[in-house]
């Protein structure tokens, strides 16, 4: 009876597909030299190797977002593979240097927090194509990344550590960010400045190792820095002197660059003589010309400039002494090419309107442009100001600023120069016809404005 029963009756049973493994990752890619141009880095060395596709090193700022694309063994299965992206900062990150993120199509960028959008889904070629933000107070520095890729229907997973340079810095272009620059500064010197080569890497790595938990305060960061570059404290990079005396070291004024500056540091482990206000600030700055260019000018201090290799121009801006209000003026620079060579030459006149204490106020008219110089030529460049271009942008005390630049493509020799002046409003001088003496008067004068403005 129950064999006559059961004869009746089919069970169905189903069986579970075998789980797919893991996604492994084949490559990921984080388009260094496009990311640059946004970000504002396409200048460091690092990302100027040629072929461009023989970078390697990504150089970003925080809180603003940057690209990526990630290639798997397989097509990527959104119902049930997921992919993490886990940031870390130091050999022991804490909460504000790990970022851990997942690759989700629906992620929503915060400036407080890190996000991981996919962009698109290549299942032809097994990639998806992904964008990352980062919060805008983000510690700085070399960051490490480790891809770990899991299934919802199973607990295995892959790990893949990114072998390349990554390293964030500090944005300021970035309005939401601490240390976001106003441009209120106008101060400019020539120098070849510290760029990501490696001397200059083991530098800035050896100043976060300093500030450690704060790398996320430019303020504390650019104290550490101020320590470091001072040999007064903590055995800095180098020592300051004045005195003319230079027999024992390197007089100020012959270094060309701080690359040679942090190699003989690194290389004997103790200062550098010698030197002064624009070397300090040069071995711990990074050049950045878009930055100032509406304003280049030379800072003042003990030297006119630092000593080219090949000083073969001569450049020369001529001062401007007053110009009477409403009237034009121009600005004019002498250009003697003293080689027998003909040379091609980048230059910019700038006129800004400045208050009292040399704060730019407003723009009055820039130029930019390319010249060539024959051998043993004389040429000039100027720039015509006329009143309908600076009576608009005047501020208190009428003051104006010249600034000039100029580099040489063949030599490199760099060379700038400022020139300040002011706009004279004409004297008031009021006569009366005859003396009172206790009496009421009245007198009437009329005035003819001269200015045609």
Same mark, same amino acid.
């Given at each position: ?13 189903r ?31 690092? *990302? ?10 990504t150089?970003v ?11 798997? %063994? ?54 998806i ?78 100043? *976060? ?17 101020s ?33 040679d500056?942090? =190699? ?8 550098? =003589? ?6 300090? =600030? ?15 000018s ?9 000593v ?7 450049f020369? *801006?001529?001062?401007i002494d007053?110009?009477p ?19 091609n ?15 730019? =106020? ?54 700038a ?9 004409? %004297? ?9 003496f ?5 007198? *009437? ?9």
């Open positions: 009876m129950k064999n006559k029963l059961h004869q009746g009756i089919f069970w169905v049973i069986f579970r597909q075998p789980t797919m493994d893991p996604l492994l990752v084949d490559i990921i890619h984080f388009y260094p030299v496009e990311n640059a141009q946004p970000h504002n880095t396409k200048k460091f060395e690092a *990302l100027n190797i040629e072929p461009a596709t023989d970078v390697t090193t150089i700022r925080r809180g603003q977002p940057f690209n990526g694309v990630v290639r798997f %063994n397989r097509p990527y299965d959104e119902s049930d593979d997921t992919v993490q992206l886990l940031f870390t900062l130091g050999d022991k990150p804490a909460m504000d240097t790990q970022g851990s993120v997942f690759l989700k199509r629906d992620a929503v960028p915060d400036k407080h927090s890190w996000s991981a959008k996919i962009v698109e889904v290549g299942n032809e070629d097994n990639t194509s992904f964008e990352i933000s980062t919060p805008v107070n983000l510690p700085v520095g070399s960051w490490a990344l480790r891809v770990v890729t899991r299934l919802k229907s199973s607990q295995a997973r892959e790990v893949y550590d990114f072998d390349q340079d990554f390293y964030i810095l500090f944005n300021p272009w970035n309005a939401e960010s601490p240390e976001f620059y106003t441009f209120q500064s106008h101060t400019f010197r020539l120098f070849k400045i510290m760029n990501f080569s490696d001397r200059s890497e083991r530098m800035f790595l050896s100043v *976060l190792n300093a500030v450690r938990n704060m790398r996320g305060d430019p303020v504390k960061v650019s104290r550490v820095i320590r470091i570059v001072n040999s007064n404290d903590d055995q800095g990079v180098l020592i300051g002197r004045w005195d003319g005396e230079y027999d024992d070291g390197t007089a100020p004024s012959e270094w060309t660059g701080s690359v500056i942090l =190699a003989q540091y690194l290389e004997f482990q103790q200062e550098v =003589a010698y030197g002064q206000c624009w070397v300090f =600030a040069g071995v711990v700055t990074t050049g950045k010309e878009d930055m100032v260019s509406a304003f280049l030379q800072t003042t201090c003990n030297f006119w400039q630092v080219a290799v090949f000083n073969d121009i001569t020369k *801006l001529r001062d007053t110009v209000i409403g009237k034009e003026f121009r600005v004019i620079v002498d250009i003697d090419n003293n080689s027998e060579e003909g040379r030459i980048k230059a910019a006149l700038t006129a800004t309107s400045v208050f009292y204490n040399g704060v730019r =106020a407003e723009l009055v008219k820039k130029i930019e442009g390319k010249i060539f110089v024959g051998p043993t030529k004389h040429e000039e460049i100027s720039i015509l100001v006329k009143p309908d271009d600076y009576l608009p942008k005047l501020v208190e005390y009428c003051n104006i600023k010249i600034s000039a630049m100029a580099i040489v493509d063949e030599t490199k020799q760099s060379w120069d400022d020139d300040d002046f002011q706009v004279l409003k004409p %004297n008031i001088n009021i006569k009366v016809r005859k003396e009172f206790n009496l009421h008067a009245t007198e *009437l004068r009329t005035y003819r404005n001269r200015v045609h403005y």
